[in-house]
């Protein structure tokens, strides 16, 4: 079966309520290809990479989190991103997009479905933080931090980076990506441990010194499982085909 692939921005846009959240990219349809669609490849990001595995899966349309045309970045299609677009505009492949839309998402998003892949109970957006970036849970057990890290390890199968606050984690709030910058708000909160994927060198002071637990267990691992689950929404929604890519980033 096939659709429209306005039928698929609209039903996207309309899911995320994209429309009413402000970014740091345009969030929906980024480069339009061809009208029909019946494959769809969802992917972290929109790299080289993905676009050739997309192509030779015969995709139709790609799905991301991470897109193009970022605020303050050089608008010139140079280089990288020539070498990107070309690719899109020559197979007549669409380029949707979907940033802080796809994390604070209560169903799909990258925050609920990180959580509940480790587990967490009584998932639910951090008090006090207006985006609705952060989010906590429960344990359905108090785990030493290294026991933590190991479940962290097996569901995403990469090791995190640990910082042990010495003490047993039973709640804990997170942030996927690059949200280091977040731990602060968490700390107030009251948390035991605070997850992201990125780590800064301030960041292990942070945690150190308020005896808070921290794990780094990357950007793209904990960005996997939104674009997935958007994907596989939409493909049973509006019966057309969905394929995930993963393209390994150890970042």
């Known amino acids: 079966m096939t659709l429209s692939l306005e039928q698929l921005v609209e039903t ?17 349809l980024q480069v339009q290809g061809r009208e029909q669609v019946r494959l769809l490849v969802s992917g ?4 080289q990479q993905l676009l050739d595995a997309a ?3 015969g995709a139709d349309a790609i799905l991301v989190h991470h ?6 970045e050089d608008a010139r299609l ?18 949707l997009a979907y940033h802080l839309p796809l994390d604070v998402h209560p169903e799909v998003g990258n925050n609920v479905q990180l959580g509940r892949r480790l587990g967490l109970q009584d998932i639910r957006p951090l008090p006090g933080d207006a985006k609705g970036l952060i989010w906590q849970g429960e344990l359905p057990q108090a785990q030493s931090a290294a026991d933590f890290g190991r479940q962290v390890a097996d569901v995403l199968q990469r090791d995190p980076l640990v910082v042990d606050g010495g003490r047993s984690i039973r709640r804990l709030a997170w942030c996927t990506g690059g949200a280091q910058g977040y731990i602060d708000q968490a700390i107030a909160a009251g948390v035991d441990a605070y997850l992201t994927g990125e780590v800064s060198e301030q ?3 942070s945690a150190r010194e308020n005896g808070v637990s921290f794990f780094a ?10 674009v997935q689950a958007l994907g596989d929404r939409l493909a049973a929604q509006l019966g057309i085909q969905h394929l995930f890519i993963d393209c390994d980033n150890p970042a």
């Not at 897109?67 to 303050?72: D, I, P």
């Not at 140079?78 to 690719?87: A, D, F, L, Q, V």
């Not at 267990?217 to 939104?226: D, F, P, V």
Request: aromatic share 10%; proline share 2%; net charge positive.
């Open 12 to 28: 996207a846009d309309r899911y995320l309520e994209s429309a009413r959240i402000q970014d740091y990219c345009p969030n929906g």
């Open 55 to 57: 192509v030779a899966a």
């Open 67 to 72: 897109g193009y045309f970022w605020k303050n």
């Open 203 to 205: 960041t292990v002071h």
């Open 78 to 95: 140079i280089g990288m991103k020539h070498r990107r677009i070309k690719t899109l505009l020559s197979h007549d492949i669409s380029l």
């Open 217 to 226: 267990a990357g950007h793209h691992a904990t960005e996997r499982y939104g």
């Open 44 to 47: 972290v990001t929109a790299s």
